[in-house]
RNA sequence: GGGCCCGUAGCUCAGUGGUCAGAGCAGUGGACUUUUAAUCCAUCGGUCCUGGGUUCGAAUCCCAGUGGGCCCA
């Protein structure tokens, strides 16, 4: 029998005995105190042996038997806790054999300080409230495996406290976005995850099924084009925090489904939003650390307003000497990148060599956080062109650490404009490029209706998190990534 | 997409062609009434990721696959 199976079975028959003389799941207990609450409450009254009473409950993570007496450490939300046990003073004293690490319970007694020093609840009664059927990671060297940690995160969360804390910072992040948005009057709403198009965005869909309407739906790839038809509706500032799906790859980079947050503001421009993003990141950067510089272990990051600004243009001849208004055509630029070695697809399109070689010799570059505006009219269909340029759009992204954080535009409202980039997308699709807006006959409708000028902001969530936490994988800042199957189950 | 590294007990890891694959923690049995990575004695526990191949002999070498990580694009 595998050594694992007989642990589980050691433990089953302890839970059937401890069922013998008690539930060991009971549906109510009782607690006076978390760990911490506990030790404040012993301190605050002065330390008096004896004089503060607590029950207090957790998970068991840590034994000390020696014979007629054992110390186990409780962990909590809170903090972790001694426990001492006697065996003059428990007549149950000898049930702790049925007790393993990893076990729930709930301890009542009154508090003292051993000769070592340490707060301790001597106790005078306790019961098992959860019996667990499986080991923990090691006390000392805890989870490390990556694999493990991600596949079972609450192996990882129980072993490792940067895993905690990257969890509550996340908490913190998607909160004060929140906030940061109320508190300039924006609206919080929730748009359809399935949808008949997946518009607002260029990417692969993932494709499901409605059974009773036997029709087929796609999960939403972006939330731009229905909070888009609640400007039309007469909402003059809107927000979402959603998850979106993208059938791509799966990497430290990559998740399908990940957060986005999108706001739509009527009567502002792409300036305006970015000003608004600047005070956005520094706001949750202060309520993460209370300061807009930290440390990502030797990368210094200030988040000060204001950002570095350049355009697309600049940025691009700055880092590579590379004009490309100079090579209007798909073959020109396909020489370009060619010789700078940048590996290029077949049938790709103009604007898709002109990303690739932004994301090769531009992107890593901006660690500190730097907006790049006004970009190739090609790239952006959802984008209100430049008064004096057509071909260039009102349009900005954000990077910082290398990678994107935000994408706003002033948004493009004429219907017209709106309807043939649209038309032109989808012959690129029909063309074979399967990565591209999908003309959605009912938007398009809708917009016709009149849409307010506006300013749109999409920020990746996730990669805020990474941002602020100083975390280099995505994995680390979702608790549970898509993982491919093992395969041997 | 390309390159490199890794997968051995529940966990953390040794083991680079040669007896029956090891340690620590966890588990089990014993000693121990202020310990805290408790200590001491004894002991159980293995699909060495999977499948092929080379070899008298493979955890170890080779090939393919698979899962994970890192780097590049």
Sequence with gaps: MPSEQEMIQQRLDKRARLLQAADPYPARVRRTHTTAAAV???????????????????????????????????????????????????????????VDLGDFLEVT?????????????????????????????????????????????????????????????????????????????????????????????????FLTHHNALDRDLFMRISLELHLKRL??????????????????????????????????????????????????????????????????????????????????????????????????????LLGVARARNVPVSDGASWATILDGLMSTFVEPKLVQPTFIFDYPTALSPLAKKKVDDEDTVERFELFALGYEIANAYSELNDPVDQRERMEAQSAKQVEGDDEVEVADEDFLVAIEH?????????????????????????REVILFPTMRDRGDE
């Design 40 to 98: 404040e409450a012993f301190t605050a009254g002065g330390e008096v042996e004896g004089a503060t009473e607590v029950t207090v409950v957790g998970r068991v993570t840590a034994q000390r038997v020696m014979g007629k007496a054992a110390f186990l450490d409780l962990r909590d939300g809170s903090g972790r806790l001694q426990l001492h046990f006697r065996r003059d003073v428990l007549d149950d004293f000898e049930h702790l054999s049925l």
């Design 109 to 205: 007694g009154s508090m003292f300080r051993t000769r070592t020093g340490e707060v301790t609840v001597g106790v005078a009664s306790w019961r098992v409230i959860t019996k667990a059927l499986r080991p923990l990671p090691e006390k000392w060297h805890g989870l490390t495996d990556t694999e493990a940690r991600y596949r079972q995160r609450y192996l990882d969360l129980i072993a490792n406290e940067r895993s905690r804390e990257i969890a509550r910072s996340r908490s913190i992040i998607v909160s004060a976005i929140r906030q940061f948005f109320l508190d300039r009057g924006f609206l919080e709403v929730e748009t359809p995850v399935l949808q008949e198009h997946a518009g607002g965005a260029a990417a692969r869909p």
């Design 231 to 332: 400007l039309v509706g007469g909402f003059e500032k809107v927000f979402e925090i959603g998850r979106v799906f993208r059938n791509e790859g799966v990497s430290y980079r990559h998740n399908p489904e990940f957060t986005l947050l999108e706001s739509y503001e009527a009567y502002a421009d792409y300036h305006d939003v970015a000003a608004m993003v600047e005070e956005l990141l520094g706001f949750v950067a202060m309520r993460v650390h209370g300061t807009t510089e930290f440390n990502h272990g030797d990368v210094s990051l200030s988040l000060k307003t204001p950002f570095a600004r350049t355009t697309y243009h600049g940025a691009l001849l700055e880092h590579t000497g590379i004009d490309y208004r100079q090579y209007p055509t798909t073959a020109a």
């Design 450 to 474: 009149g849409m307010p000028p506006a300013g749109g902001l999409g920020i990746g969530v996730d990669r805020v998190v990474q941002l602020i936490t100083g975390e280099h994988s995505l």
